[in-house]
């Protein structure tokens, strides 16, 4: 299959897919006064206010990034922005459930989910670093399979939603809802920032969202299965993500 093949059939976008051109984008300065600014006065918001400001203020030039863990924020975007970029980081690593909300989302909701795939498959990326990198180096695997795919892919946009929630974790207790990402020189929205897990779990019933039924077998948060565990009554729900380390973040939002 060649890089740019579909994925499943499903018109998902193989290792990038075409590459987005940059002309016309603002500045970085532009950007971090825009995030500025909005993250000042979108606080306390609205979830669907702080989307539909990410979607007036970059049109095509914003794109939503999803875990698939479910897909609350590609529906609430999708709202306000119909046909908007849905940005999958397919690690080659992920449960065979995760990629089943990818297919779902991708047929049913009003999105264009682009599933963004590492420069090394996992066999290549064995012979090169050696074979279970994750479990003897995790940040480094986490940087081929999933950062450098981030930034490659946000190629062509000014900004991007993502779903963090202040509730989530200790490092996540202070996110902001915009503001300026400096590694990437792009605006970072986080609309449900002040969600918690009632929330989510809401706005799912009520919207019927796909979700990942790995949730539903004790699973707090979801990422590679090998970095993967259930979580126990009364930890965090990112306890169960690289618990033989000390690690809580793959490295996209840091």
């Known amino acids: ?63 939503v990034t999803s875990s698939m863990a479910d897909a609350v924020l590609a529906y609430l975007v999708s709202r306000v922005a119909p046909g908007v970029d849905v940005v999958f980081l397919d690690t080659g690593l992920h449960f065979p459930e995760t990629l089943r909300v990818r297919d779902e989302v991708a047929r049913r909701l009003p999105v264009n989910v682009r599933s963004i795939r590492p420069r090394l498959t996992v066999g290549q990326q064995d012979g090169e670093y050696g074979p279970r990198l994750f479990n003897r180096s995790p940040d480094e695997c986490c940087q ?65 969202i796909p979700v990942n039924e790995l949730f539903r077998r004790g699973y707090g948060s979801i990422g590679c299965w090998p970095c993967t565990r259930r979580t126990k009554a009364g930890e965090d729900p990112r306890a169960g993500r690289w618990a033989m380390f000390e690690k809580t973040e793959c490295g996209l939002h840091v």
Not at 196 to 203: E, G, H
């Open 1 to 63: 299959m060649s890089e740019l093949a579909s994925v499943a059939g499903l018109g998902l976008v193989g290792v990038g897919g075409p590459v987005r051109s940059e002309p016309g984008r603002r500045s970085p300065e532009e950007l971090r006064e825009l995030a500025t600014t909005a993250g000042r006065e979108l606080e306390g918001a609205p979830a669907l206010e702080i989307a539909r400001w990410a979607a007036e203020t970059f049109g095509d030039r914003f794109c």
């Open 144 to 208: 081929l399979r999933k950062v450098e795919p981030l930034e490659r892919a946000l190629t062509g946009y000014d900004a991007w939603a993502a779903g963090l929630r202040r509730d989530e974790s200790p490092s996540r207790a202070n996110t902001p809802v915009v503001t300026f990402d400096p590694r990437r020189g792009r605006v970072k929205v986080n609309p449900i920032a002040a969600w918690n897990q009632a929330d989510v779990d809401s706005y799912i019933a009520r919207h019927d």
